[in-house]
């Protein structure tokens, strides 16, 4: 029996440590554990519930549009506040176009090199590559002057012998097995990719005020005023600038983008096997599409054991199951308390050990749905629609799996996506219909606009008594919920259940593991050295640790030191 400890693992946000025991070249028991922490929970109490948006974002420096919108949407649940529909729309374009960034961040910046040798791209022949993926795509960026404009540079950079960034890479790890054509392709899309995202954040920048920590949230509504006669506000102008990025966007999502993920898959096609773990989905629904948030275009459910006939819809944000069914375990975790406690009950108070395998290991909690772990993300997003009929999900699933299918025969079922390689391609499929939402929703605010409607916020009002709310977003990392307690205008309690602390759970009560950690048992492991392929897992899940840990020492004492490699 190997032991094998990455700390950190690097490439997401936050800090990682992962355990494993490897025996037999096979991941046997795995460990995840959550080294930073955070205090934001405790800072809001007794805070204006009207503001509470503004530290809330800080939860992380990568997710702080969703955890505004979860905030504000808290509080208008205690309050039953209804919305104006201009402000629905308005946020909505806010989300879609933070979570096209954020995909498109995650697939290339964040874990395409877990399975791209870049080293390999010298030998490669752009000319034949170019062909190739003229082959699979129709996308511009794949001309031969492109790919060999960007071969030329990575010969460049490999021939000074300063690879920067990508210095400590797997580069000729056994596990990858690319050829150099299909390196090159992939990595010119890299590239391109930084474009895109920054396309993406400009639509959060110009609706939000800045990103990240957007400036325009209000309880109520938003704070963007609407006049088409005054260049200072939301006018035509600005609207037409909206619709250009997203269609600019949509070309490099769909036709690069969903089929790079579609060739990676058809690639490896054995990581549809690996990384199952946790069969059980949660999503939640987003993208209302009426003031009264009940109707949705992003639908919400519950699949238990993988059983996507057995699907539990989750029709609004105030399902009644839902909010019984949610706890927070704390046996493993770094808190004082046992058990497991809703969370609007939840208390953050720290207990630090050091890492102890058989007792606290983590400063995430273990929330729990019903006594169970669930995975979220945008795999639980792609099933939950497929098993609901939604259209949209249908149209792209089908698309991607006709893809792999015509690239290398392969034939994969609905039902294969629950894996590593799944993960990935759920992303690529939810961006595409993010795609055509964009649009939607566009024309949505605009019609609305048009029709003479100018309204964007309804003040809020506060009762004396103490009041309760859940605020919900389907993020880019999964179901994302704030729960809150009221009183007399000013947060009581506040508590987030982020994604990453759905998926990164460690062992509850009755010692079942999380996402992260049951998805890594039966993983391979080809070289315990090089790990190259507990990264593949761990980052197909777009770990955000920033998000799922919760404080820090009250009396500042220093309780951890990470060495960066």
């Not at 399975?115 to 031969?144: C, E, F, Q």
């Not at 058989?358 to 945008?378: C, D, E, F, L, S």
Request: with cysteine.
């Amino acid at each position: 029996m190997t032991r094998v400890s990455i700390d950190p693992v690097t490439r997401i946000e936050g800090h990682l440590r992962i355990d494993v025991e490897v025996d037999g070249g096979t991941v046997q028991k795995a460990w995840a554990s959550c080294t930073m922490w955070r205090g934001i929970e405790t800072i809001l109490r007794g805070r204006d519930a009207r503001e509470g948006w503004v530290f809330a974002q800080r939860f992380c420096g990568v997710c702080t549009t969703v955890h505004a919108i979860a905030s504000v949407r808290a509080v208008e649940d205690a309050l039953q506040l209804e919305i104006p529909a201009n402000a629905q729309y308005i946020r909505n374009l806010i989300l879609i176009a933070h979570a096209l960034h954020d995909h498109i961040v995650h697939f290339y910046h964040l874990s395409i090199l877990d399975w791209v040798d870049i080293t390999t791209i010298p030998k490669a022949d752009a000319a034949r590559a170019a062909s190739l993926a003229d082959g699979y795509s129709t996308w511009p960026g794949n001309s031969h002057a492109k790919l060999e404009e960007v071969q030329n540079k990575v010969k460049g950079l490999i021939g000074s012998g300063q690879l920067g960034i990508f210095s400590h890479g797997y580069w000729s790890h056994p596990a990858m097995r690319l050829s150099p054509e299909m390196n090159l392709i992939f990595f010119a899309h890299y590239l391109e990719a930084l474009e895109f995202q920054r396309k993406a954040c400009q639509i959060v920048g110009i609706l939000g005020g800045k990103t990240p920590h957007i400036q325009n949230m209000a309880v109520g509504g938003v704070m963007n005023a609407i006049n088409l006669n005054s260049l200072a506000t939301m006018n035509m102008d600005r609207l037409g600038v909206l619709q250009s990025l997203i269609h600019d966007i949509i070309p490099f999502v769909q036709q690069a983008y969903l089929i790079d993920t579609c060739l990676l898959a058809a690639s490896y096609p054995e990581w549809f096997h690996y990384g199952r773990g946790v069969a059980n989905y949660l999503a939640v629904p987003d993208l209302p599409l009426d003031a009264k948030a009940t109707q949705f275009d992003l639908p919400g459910g519950v699949i238990m054991d993988g059983n996507l006939a057995g699907l539990r819809a989750i029709k609004d944000w105030r399902d009644e199951k839902f909010r019984a069914a949610v706890a927070e375990d704390v046996t493993h975790a770094w808190y004082r308390g046992e058990g497991a406690l809703p969370p609007w009950k939840g208390k953050t108070e720290p207990d630090y050990t050091d890492f102890q395998e058989n007792a606290k290991y983590t400063w995430v909690k273990a929330p729990r749905y019903n006594g169970h772990p669930m995975q979220v993300g945008p795999l639980s997003n792609v099933l939950v629609g497929f098993a609901s009929g939604h259209q949209l999900t249908h149209k792209w699933t089908e698309t991607a799996l006709a893809k792999i299918s015509s690239v290398h025969g392969l034939k994969v079922p609905p039902e294969d996506l629950q894996s590593t390689m799944g993960r990935h391609l759920a992303r690529g499929i939810r961006s595409a219909m993010l795609c055509d939402l964009a649009l939607g929703h566009w024309q949505l605010l605009t019609a609305n606009i048009l029709k003479g409607d100018d309204a964007t916020y309804n003040p809020p009002q506060f009762p004396n008594h103490e009041i309760a709310g859940v605020g919900m977003h389907e993020a880019p990392r999964g179901g994302l919920s704030h729960w809150v307690m009221i009183e007399k205008g000013a947060f009581s309690n506040y508590q987030a259940v982020v994604p990453t602390t759905w998926n990164a759970s460690p062992r509850d009560e009755k010692g079942v593991p999380g996402p992260y950690e049951s998805s890594l048992l039966s993983n391979p492991v080809a070289d315990p050295v090089k790990p190259l392929e507990i990264l593949r897992t761990v980052h197909s899940f777009d770990p955000c640790m920033a998000c799922s840990c919760h404080t820090l020492d009250g009396r500042g004492r220093e309780i951890a030191q990470v060495k960066v490699l």
